[in-house]
T-cell receptor, first 114, second 115 residues
């Protein structure tokens, strides 16, 4: 079974631009979560989607948004990029949101904002 | 409020010695508990989880963790450390009660195993 894939793997953007990151979950997985990872802050939860609905949301500004499609693929968008948005963005999928299911992570998208 | 604490930013251990990476949690109800590992330049990988039953849980790569309800802890252990165990370890908890089932993460503990 193919793992979680994320595209692009690396991205360099300028302040003020917007960016869209893509995540394809493991086949059959219906839940997709997004995280921001930075050296000092660890893993910061952005949001979780299940069956095209946002189930949970972290404490990020409205510039961060996401969506999930009917095939469970997910995208996240960051508008008006700031230098502080530079981070590794991780996507994770699981069979179902919540409960006992563990998450499977993609390799991440390394975003650099200059 | 739900929270997870990994009290040590870094743990150093000699190869062949036992290792422990600590995790304590606070949730309003009973927890589901998870350990993940992130090797250098690789993605996060699931190691093990506690759902119910035996307090000692065995996982991948020879790791195990012990759930202690009275101490609200879920420490990760391995009897004999390998250099290849050097990585960043994350503890995570989910409250099984209520509608909010967000997974709460610790800040991570960097494990260095010295040859």
């Amino acid at each position: 079974k193919a793992g979680v894939t994320q595209t692009p793997r690396y991205l360099i953007k300028t302040r003020g631009q917007q960016v869209t990151l893509s995540c394809s979950p493991i086949s059959g997985h219906r839940s997709v979560s997004w995280y921001q990872q930075t050296p000092g802050q660890g893993l910061q939860f952005l949001f979780e989607y299940f069956s095209e609905t946002q189930r949970n949301k972290g404490n990020f500004p409205g510039r961060f948004s996401g969506r999930q499609f009917s095939n469970s693929r997910s995208e996240m968008n960051v508008s008006t990029l700031e230098l502080g948005d530079s981070a590794l963005y991780l996507c994770a999928s699981s069979l179902s949101g919540g409960g006992t299911y563990e998450q499977y992570f993609g390799p991440g998208t390394r975003l650099t904002v200059t | 409020a739900q929270s997870v604490a990994q009290p040590e930013d870094q743990v150093n251990v000699a190869e062949g010695n036992p290792l422990t990476v600590k995790c304590t949690y606070s949730v309003s109800g009973n927890p589901y508990l998870f350990w993940y590992v992130q090797y250098p330049n690789r993605g996060l990988q699931f190691l093990l989880k506690y759902i119910t039953g035996d307090n000692l849980v065995k996982g991948s790569y020879g790791f195990e963790a012990e759930f202690n309800k009275s101490q609200t802890s879920f420490h990760l252990k391995k009897p004999s450390a390998l250099v290849s165990d050097s990585a960043l370890y994350f503890c995570a908890v989910r409250d099984r009660a209520g509608n909010n089932r967000k997974l709460i993460w610790g800040l991570g503990t960097s494990l260095a195993v010295n040859p």
